[in-house]
């Protein structure tokens, strides 16, 4: 918990300097009771996640050289080593970039974050990612998919149904994060919408889901 406070603080301050609008940057993140009591209080190492893409998104907004490419890569690479999901803030940075035809920028955040990632697992071992694949079938109750959880383990059986919400979760968040994206303002700078959208539409429609 002290941990989390210590990077809550310190992502409340880099928003408080960097944000356009600091005041809504303060009242949204720094003293805001639901993310202090979930985030800090709450003792998961989501903040840690957090404070790593809220870092890398501010970087890659004013990434002008090759070294800040790669210092985006390794903080999306150490991201995806604490939660894998943090991948889909790889893919909402690299999006735009690709779109642009800026290759050699996206190459070398995607090799960064490899890179990263695979000396994380070399220190701890691929048997970290055996509760990937068993969390890929579980649904909880929370989520979107529990309702047709319930009713499909009763009509197909629980295996039938585990496959097929494995399935359509992805195939459900990446039409969220279009829908969401089309919603988004005109102006709002694809380096943000993207991951925004990408990340929302997970915790939407990801069937296994915690409230933190």
């Given at each position: 918990?002290?941990?989390?406070?210590?990077?809550?603080?310190g992502?409340?301050?880099?928003?408080?300097?960097?944000?356009?609008?600091?005041?809504?940057?303060?009242?949204?993140?720094?003293?805001?009771?639901?993310?202090?009591?979930?985030?800090?209080?709450?003792?998961?190492?989501?903040?840690?996640?957090?404070?790593?893409?809220?870092?890398?998104?501010?970087?890659?907004?004013?990434?002008?050289?090759?070294?800040?490419?790669?210092t985006?890569?390794?903080?999306?690479?150490?991201?995806?080593?604490?939660?894998?999901?943090?991948?889909?803030?790889?893919?909402?940075?690299?999006?735009?970039?690709?779109?642009?035809?800026a290759?050699?920028?996206?190459?070398?955040?995607?090799?960064?974050?490899?890179?990263t990632?695979?000396?994380?697992?070399?220190?701890?071992?691929?048997?970290?990612?055996?509760?990937?694949?068993?969390?890929?079938?579980?649904?909880?109750?929370?989520?979107?998919?529990?309702?047709?959880?319930?009713?499909?383990?009763?009509?197909?059986?629980?295996?039938?149904?585990?496959?097929?919400?494995?399935?359509?979760?992805?195939?459900?968040?990446?039409?969220?994060?279009?829908?969401?994206?089309?919603?988004?303002?005109?102006?709002?700078?694809?380096?943000?919408?993207?991951?925004?959208?990408?990340?929302?539409?997970?915790?939407?429609?990801a069937?296994?889901?915690?409230?933190?």
């Amino acid at each position: 918990m002290l941990a989390n406070a210590a990077v809550f603080v310190g992502t409340g301050y880099l928003l408080l300097r960097t944000a356009d609008d600091p005041v809504r940057a303060g009242l949204l993140w720094s003293v805001n009771p639901l993310l202090i009591s979930v985030l800090v209080v709450g003792g998961h190492l989501d903040t840690l996640v957090a404070g790593l893409a809220v870092s890398a998104i501010h970087l890659a907004r004013s990434s002008t050289r090759w070294h800040h490419d790669l210092t985006v890569g390794g903080l999306i690479g150490l991201a995806c080593g604490v939660m894998v999901s943090a991948g889909l803030l790889g893919v909402g940075l690299a999006w735009p970039l690709l779109r642009s035809g800026a290759w050699r920028p996206a190459d070398r955040q995607a090799c960064a974050a490899a890179l990263t990632l695979a000396a994380l697992y070399g220190v701890c071992g691929t048997h970290a990612l055996a509760p990937l694949s068993v969390a890929s079938r579980l649904v909880s109750a929370p989520s979107l998919s529990a309702v047709f959880d319930q009713f499909g383990t009763a009509v197909l059986g629980p295996h039938a149904t585990a496959a097929i919400v494995s399935v359509l979760g992805p195939v459900v968040m990446l039409a969220l994060a279009w829908a969401l994206r089309r919603r988004a303002a005109p102006d709002a700078p694809s380096i943000i919408a993207l991951p925004f959208a990408l990340a929302f539409a997970w915790v939407l429609a990801a069937p296994w889901s915690m409230p933190w």
